[in-house]
T-cell receptor
Framework: GAVVSQHPSRVICKSGTSVKIECRSLDFQATTMFWYRQFPKQSLMLMATSNEGSKATYEQGVEKDKFLINHASLTLSTLTVTSAHPEDSSFYIC???????????????FGPGTRLTVL | AQKVTQAQTEISVVEKEDVTLDCVYETRDTTYYLFWYKQPPSGELVFLIRRNSFDEQNEISGRYSWNFQKSTSSFNFTITASQVVDSAVYFCALNGYNKLIFGAGTRLAVHP
């Protein structure tokens, strides 16, 4: 149980294009999903928290107009990197918290990640 | 402010050695969770353990053991008789309220 998928697993795109990454909770409903970014040999940094049916909360320094997050259903959140540039190349990881979880401190289940390369 | 410090950037050991990965955390919350994750070269995070702030019992799972010391705000992870398959980056993380804060990670290399 508690499986989170991400699609695509790897994407290469040209500078200036937009890329959409999907995060799905496969066997549970997730009211809250999180998006992280990880640069090579660095730690995971939280980009934003999204709650189903409401606007995402972005961390300081993350451009909301560049990283569009949509959490339209209890099993799907999408991250769109708009007008991607080489500096956006990174490993993007999503996680999801079960709707039935004990509370905001409860466990997050992680997706396998999406490696984005912008040429 | 919440913070997780993993002072060891890289550790290199020879197979069958025991190795301890350190984790020190800071939080003002009285209720929180601590986690350890393993990230192999494939990139996917593998959950290892969750410990809540009210449970200071040490835990052993096979070759893995964890030592939670609230008095020193530490949650250290020991691998006994390390194996090559243990080579990965290990992250310690703190979950206060609605946010998971990761340490910088410790890269463990186990050589045959």
């Amino acid at each position: 149980g508690a499986v989170v998928s991400q699609h695509p697993s790897r994407v290469i795109c040209k500078s200036g294009t937009s890329v959409k990454i999907e995060c799905r909770s496969l066997d549970f409903q997730a009211t809250t999903m999180f998006w992280y970014r990880q640069f090579p040999k660095q730690s995971l940094m939280l980009m934003a928290t999204s709650n189903e049916g409401s606007k995402a909360t972005y961390e300081q320094g993350v451009e909301k107009d560049k990283f569009l997050i949509n959490h339209a259903s209890l099993t799907l959140s999408t991250l769109t990197v708009t007008s991607a540039h080489p500096e956006d190349s990174s490993f993007y990881i999503c996680s999801a918290r079960d709707k039935l979880a004990g509370g905001p401190r409860d466990e997050q289940f992680f997706g396998p990640g999406t490696r984005l390369t912008v040429l | 402010a919440q913070k997780v410090t993993q002072a060891q950037t890289e550790i290199s050991v020879v197979e069958k050695e025991d190795v301890t990965l350190d984790c020190v955390y800071e939080t003002r919350d009285t209720t929180y969770y601590l986690f350890w994750y393993k990230q192999p070269p494939s990139g996917e995070l593998v959950f290892l353990i969750r410990r809540n702030s009210f449970d200071e019992q040490n835990e052993i799972s096979g070759r893995y053991s964890w030592n939670f010391q609230k008095s020193t705000s530490s949650f250290n992870f020991t691998i006994t008789a390390s194996q090559v398959v243990d080579s990965a980056v290990y992250f310690c993380a703190l979950n206060g309220y609605n946010k998971l804060i990761f340490g910088a990670g410790t890269r463990l290399a186990v050589h045959p």
